[in-house]
């Protein structure tokens, strides 16, 4: 007979070990126990291992990472009016990224109150990057499916106050964020080849450039100086390379075994 789901009694002994009224009070949003649990339930947990998908955050963080995005790119679209799509999609991408996400759920102390798995805990999972961010989003993912989108709105732009006013300082200059990116993951440092090119309707003068890293041109820029269009090449790059970004590996649960 296939396993079933949890039982109150389960989940009672499980959420015994969490504080889960102080982390109400850090994430600022009443989320039930029964839910806040199950955000906080890595699929390498055992009470998740025992029902396998039935019992994990892995639902939770699936819907946590696409609310993220939308509150994320709302918010930039609205406070960044002049903003052209470059350079917001730059800006997203920083925000929502995993490292951002994880240090959030660090403030957060997200870790402390994960449940996971005795390998996982053995290998330092409490405080490993992706864990953090799955974390957060199935924590965010939990907001909204308890408060709708204003309770989920609320809790992301206090929680990636930081992120999000970091990437926008930054942002004034796309050239030394792409060069801190590219030597992060060893792409060595951006060159940039430049060119009038025409002029535009007003008769000012029109410019070209493009980045060049070891492994050939990634993107162009255009601006009516040639300062402005290596900026605007250099977001546009560093666009596409946090678009190429491997995903999240999958976590691969073991079969269930059979019932006697």
Do not use: D, E, S, Y
């Given at each position: 007979?296939?396993?079933k789901n949890p039982s109150a009694v389960e989940l009672d002994r499980t959420f015994s070990l969490l504080d889960l009224p102080g982390l109400r009070t850090k994430i600022g949003v009443e989320v039930p126990d029964e839910l806040l649990g199950l955000a906080l339930t890595h699929p390498s947990a055992p009470v998740a291992q025992a029902n396998r998908v039935a019992y994990s955050n892995q639902r939770l963080e699936f819907l946590g990472d696409a609310v993220v995005a939308v509150i994320v790119a709302e918010h930039l679209y609205t406070t960044g009016p002049n903003l052209p799509e470059g350079v917001l999609t730059q800006r997203?991408?920083?925000a929502v990224r995993g490292s951002s996400l994880a240090a959030a759920?660090?403030?957060l102390g997200l870790g402390v109150h994960f449940q996971l798995g005795a390998g996982e805990l053995a290998s330092g999972g409490r405080d490993r990057e992706t864990i953090l961010a799955d974390a957060f989003e199935a924590v965010l993912g939990a907001i909204f499916v308890h408060g709708g989108m204003e309770a989920a709105r609320g809790f992301v732009l206090r929680a990636l106050k930081d992120e999000i006013e970091t990437v926008a300082a930054r942002a004034g200059n796309a050239k030394n964020a792409l060069q801190e990116h590219t030597q992060k993951v060893g792409q060595g440092t951006p060159r940039y080849e430049s060119a009038q090119t025409s002029r535009a309707a007003d008769g000012a003068p029109q410019f070209t450039s493009r980045v060049l890293l070891h492994d050939g041109v990634h993107a162009t820029g255009t601006?009516?100086?040639?300062?402005?269009a290596e900026q605007a090449a250099a977001a546009a790059t560093l666009v596409v390379l946090l678009a190429a970004a491997p995903p999240k590996?999958?976590?691969v649960l073991p079969k269930a075994r059979k019932s006697r």
């Open positions: 007979m296939p396993k997203k991408a920083a759920a660090r403030r601006g009516h100086t040639k300062q402005a590996p999958l976590v």
